[in-house]
């Protein structure tokens, strides 16, 4: 073992010799050790006099107010509301970025697929048109099959057009979406 490590080895016992008075035992193992090796004397002096300087520059402790744990305790409760405060903030800002990555802005939806919807409605009705006497017929199959329902005995020709009509502007609507998501 170098020198080095055996001082090491010793430091702490010395420190602990110095700082525990008391402590017989300890106080014999190193007044033993400290006779027989001079390297760790050597230390021993520089640590008592280490020791002594402190103790004297530091004898007088400094005066605290007396609200001075008041104040300490203030300044660590207004760091904690700063940085809760912060917390909240970024949450709020991450909040608010998610809830606008997901949400629907309807009006400019309607102004981006107004056309495409109003396009759906005239082809449906010019279709209806068109096909006038094979809608006649479709209308008729209508009639017949919701014939049983009572609420059904109402519907008229242009109400079923419009309901067709809404179905395939919904069907582009949810195209046209998709294609531009």
Do not use: Y
Request: glycine share 4%.
């Amino acid at each position: 073992m170098n020198a080095g490590e055996h001082l090491d080895l010793w430091r702490d016992r010395l420190l602990d010799a110095i700082d525990a008075p008391a402590d017989a035992p300890l106080q014999a193992e190193v007044r033993e050790h400290v006779t027989n090796c001079p390297l760790c004397h050597a230390e021993q002096v520089k640590l008592v006099a280490l020791h002594h300087t402190l103790k004297s520059t530091f004898a007088d402790k400094p005066v605290l107010s007396a609200d001075f744990s008041a104040r300490v305790l203030a300044h660590i409760e207004s760091a904690e509301q700063a940085r809760k405060a912060a917390a909240r903030a970024r949450a709020e800002v991450e909040f608010r970025r998610r809830v606008n990555a997901v949400s629907v802005d309807w009006r400019e939806l309607w102004q981006r697929h107004a056309g495409s919807i109003v396009a759906a409605l005239t082809a449906v009705f010019g279709v209806a048109a068109a096909f006038d006497s094979l809608w006649d017929a479709a209308l008729e199959r209508v009639g017949a099959a919701t014939a049983a329902l009572p609420w059904a005995a109402d519907l008229s020709p242009i109400a079923i057009t419009v309901v067709a009509a809404v179905g395939v502007g919904a069907i582009s609507f949810g195209w046209l979406r998709s294609k531009t998501a």
